[in-house]
């Protein structure tokens, strides 16, 4: 687990930035489906409500939450300062009568910075119509907005600390045992929600605090969907599956995503799943610290094409991973940054057919190094035939 002293070295590094830009404040955004920039500063994660971390130039940051969550953050938050802001209210939008809360303007006040030149919002993107307006009315006396910050908060966040590669390896290595005992139980008949079930039941039982993301199953027609969900689709024998499983711990993401067929596989399916597994080999082994992400990514798409998967590719090689399974940066053919120790990615290689409609993904989280990358979650390239 993350300890204290980390989440409050955390807040001095971004105050040291927002120094250099000139931030007074920044706001760290977050709700239920993507709480990381809450997260990262706080351990809190919002359930209903949304929340922010304010963070100030200079001093303590704030957790700002909801009308209901007072219990439930002060369990959990590493920041002892929270305040209970209507903005951060759930979407049904009750009014809380005669409840006592605070505002950004009282908060502003109790932080000791309120003649305020740049506000920035980490999780812009992020952030819902009601706290936006109610944050630009707070900032209006100022003749300022609040300004897109996420790139501040993002390279903190890219290169991860021990502690966070403790908890990575701990959430790989329970996916990998899920996955195993996914893969020894799914059988025809089943549907892809059952699939599933087997997957999160297993990685509770092994101590995982959630599921990654919203885990699905693919099988048959429709196995072509970049991102999905699971049907009550029945598992057919001569099925390309694939599955995708990932384990949460101590607020890190894993993921494992391998293709199945149930009986004997095709020549096409055989074809591609192991061109598959060559693209996600290769890529891997491209990664080491201090070469330019977009060679890698223009490697990726050299290779798709050069094995005759042109019509398959949608994106790749590589997105980041940490509080998120899927998170900055992406290793794109724009991109203009350069590989670092202990950045850590999706290994995410997606095949997709539209026409056909079948496709598979594989997928690894894996730790740049020097001299290359480390696999975490590791799992077996095989032809796996049920």
């Not at 990262?40 to 001093?59: H, I, M, N, Q, R």
């Not at 080999?281 to 798409?301: D, F, N, Q, S, Y």
């Not at 094995?307 to 590719?313: M, Q, S």
Request: proline share 4%.
């Amino acid at each position: 687990m993350i300890p204290v002293s980390e989440f409050k070295e955390r807040v001095v590094r971004l105050q040291a930035e927002m120094a250099k830009e000139g931030f007074d404040y920044v706001l760290a955004y977050g709700n239920e489906a993507e709480p990381q920039y809450v997260r990262y500063f706080s351990d809190y994660w919002p359930s209903f409500e949304t929340a922010g971390v304010l963070v100030p130039a200079k001093g303590d940051a704030f957790l700002l939450i909801g009308p209901e969550s007072y219990t439930y953050a002060a369990d959990r938050s590493k920041i002892p300062a929270i305040r209970l802001v209507k903005a951060f209210r759930e979407s049904s939008e009750p009014e809380y009568p005669g409840k006592k809360l605070d505002t950004f303007e009282s908060v502003f006040e109790e932080a000791g910075i309120t003649d305020i030149k740049r506000f920035g919002v980490a999780g812009y993107p992020l952030m819902t119509v009601g706290v936006y307006f109610a944050l630009a009315d707070s900032l209006k006396k100022y003749g300022i907005l609040p300004e897109k910050a996420d790139t501040l908060v993002n390279n903190l966040r890219m290169c991860k600390s021990e502690n966070e590669l403790a908890c990575m390896r701990k959430a790989a290595e329970i996916t990998h045992k899920t996955m195993d005992y996914v893969l020894a139980n799914v059988k025809v008949g089943m549907t892809e929600s059952q699939v599933v079930g087997l997957a999160l039941g297993k990685m509770h039982e092994l101590g995982a605090e959630r599921e990654s993301y919203p885990l699905w199953v693919l099988t048959g027609d429709g196995s072509d969907q970049a991102i999905s969900r699971p049907r009550h689709k029945v598992i057919e024998k001569g099925d390309l599956t694939f599955l995708q499983v990932g384990a949460r711990y101590g607020g890190y993401a894993s993921t494992i995503g391998r293709p199945v067929v149930f009986g004997k596989a095709t020549e096409e399916q055989k074809n591609l799943i192991m061109a598959g597994y060559k693209i996600q080999e290769t890529m891997i082994g491209a990664l080491r610290a201090g070469r330019p992400a977009r060679e890698v990514a223009l490697l990726h798409k050299q290779l798709v094409n050069d094995l005759g998967y042109g019509d398959y590719y949608l994106y790749g090689p590589f997105h980041g991973n940490g509080l998120m399974e899927g998170e900055a940066p992406w290793i794109e053919t724009d991109s203009t940054y350069d590989l670092a120790e202990n950045m850590t990615f999706c290994a995410d290689i997606f095949l997709g057919n539209h026409e056909k409609k079948h496709g598979l993904r594989i997928e690894d989280v894996v730790r740049v190094t020097k001299d290359g990358a480390e696999n975490l979650t590791n799992y077996p390239r095989e032809l796996f035939e049920l």
